[in-house]
């Protein structure tokens, strides 16, 4: 089969387009075709291992560190094939499997890897059906960016009808659909901060108003007290937003703090601190399909690269300008 696989850490120039192997499913497992997949941060940590430039107080090499033991080796990784994400039918299931068929039209996350091939092996427990009103590739472009989105507000912060929600980096791959979970499931009332290319593409998605970044400091101007500030891309921090926060609001950043898990931490003006970590269960992957079938939330996707370009995918994704998901496409 086609695959990409990364035999060192390094630069998105380590991935190399390969023929190898098909894997063979175990007793848990089923084999899928994969069609596509998409870029997170994880993929970027996989191939580079190295910890991500939010981290902070000083931790950034032990999460590092975390994240290429996660991955299986210290001076490379174990697990070759990079990609979370995946979207494909179920070819073969192992003789354990007992709640998927052969032509299941699947979808989900693998914590460790494989998605960039052809097929990939995987236990049944990670997988949830493929939302009907999707095609493959635009479905492969949902796990991942989605999951931190999903616990800001389902585990950390959760609007209620009509609050003021600020999310900060709006027209990124999880702020996308993070406008819309606060938006359409919740019910909020939602500004979106972006730069001013995608002014027009956030209010497009359900954004009641959008602050271009380039035109100012929003935290000392606007006067709208938020009842949320969800700072998808780390660029304020609680001391900055302290006046445009209500006095009982709560402020959520995805700075990964102790482990690669870990991808968000709130604060509130009354200092309380908690912690979100990832969720890319096959319960999350079937709540997100519920709500992209009753027309709630849908994926913005950037650009579609072939599996061939890769190296293209991840240049783009690691520039920090996606407007929305980057996704790979693997025919
Ligand atoms: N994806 C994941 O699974 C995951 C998990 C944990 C943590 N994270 C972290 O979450 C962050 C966002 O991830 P992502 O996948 O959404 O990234 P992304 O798709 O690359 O989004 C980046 C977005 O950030 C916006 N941006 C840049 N500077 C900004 C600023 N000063 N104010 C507001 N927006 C700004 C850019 O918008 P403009 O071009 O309009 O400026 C761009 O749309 C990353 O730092 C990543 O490390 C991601």
Not at 186 to 192: L, N, R
């Given at each position: 089969m086609k695959a990409v696989i990364c035999t060192k850490f390094g630069s998105p120039k380590v991935l190399k387009y390969v023929e190898i192997e098909k894997p063979e499913p175990k007793d848990n497992e089923v084999l899928i075709r994969n069609f596509g997949t998409s870029i997170n941060t994880v993929d970027m940590l996989h191939r580079g291992g190295k910890a991500p430039k939010v981290a902070f107080f000083g931790i950034g090499r032990l999460v590092g560190l975390g994240l290429r033991l996660s991955f299986g080796g210290l001076r490379k990784p174990k697990q070759k094939i990079v990609g979370g994400g995946f979207c494909g039918e179920i070819v073969s299931v192992g003789k354990n499997v007992t709640d998927w068929n052969v032509g299941d039209q699947v979808y989900g996350y693998s914590e460790k890897g494989g998605a960039c091939a052809e097929f990939m092996a995987i236990p049944s427990e990670f997988l949830a059906k493929k939302p009907s009103n999707l095609s493959f590739v635009e479905a492969a472009a949902v796990p991942g960016g989605s999951s931190p989105a999903l616990i800001a507000f389902r585990d950390l912060a959760t609007p209620k009808e009509g609050d003021n929600v600020l999310i900060i980096g709006a027209s990124g791959g999880i702020g996308t659909f993070a406008v819309q979970m606060a938006k359409n499931?919740?019910?909020?009332?939602?500004?979106?901060?972006?730069?001013?290319?995608?002014?027009?593409?956030?209010?497009?998605?359900?954004?009641?108003?959008?602050i271009d970044y380039s035109k100012g400091d929003y935290t000392k101007t606007s006067d709208i007290k938020y009842d949320i500030i969800l700072d998808v891309v780390s660029v304020q921090n609680l001391s900055k937003c302290k006046r445009i926060l209500a006095s009982d609001g709560t402020y959520v950043s995805n700075n990964p703090i102790s482990s690669p898990r870990n991808v968000f931490h709130i604060i509130t003006g009354n200092k309380q601190f908690k912690t979100g970590n990832a969720d890319e269960s096959a319960a999350a992957m079937e709540t997100l399909r519920e709500w992209i079938e009753a027309g709630k939330v849908k994926p913005v996707i950037d650009k579609v690269y072939p599996l061939i370009d890769t190296v293209k995918a991840h240049e783009h994704y690691e520039s920090g300008r996606s407007k929305g998901r980057v996704v790979i496409s693997i025919e």
């Open positions: 499931i919740y019910g909020a009332k939602v500004t979106g901060v972006c730069g001013p290319t995608n002014v027009e593409m956030v209010k497009s998605i359900g954004a009641d108003h959008v």
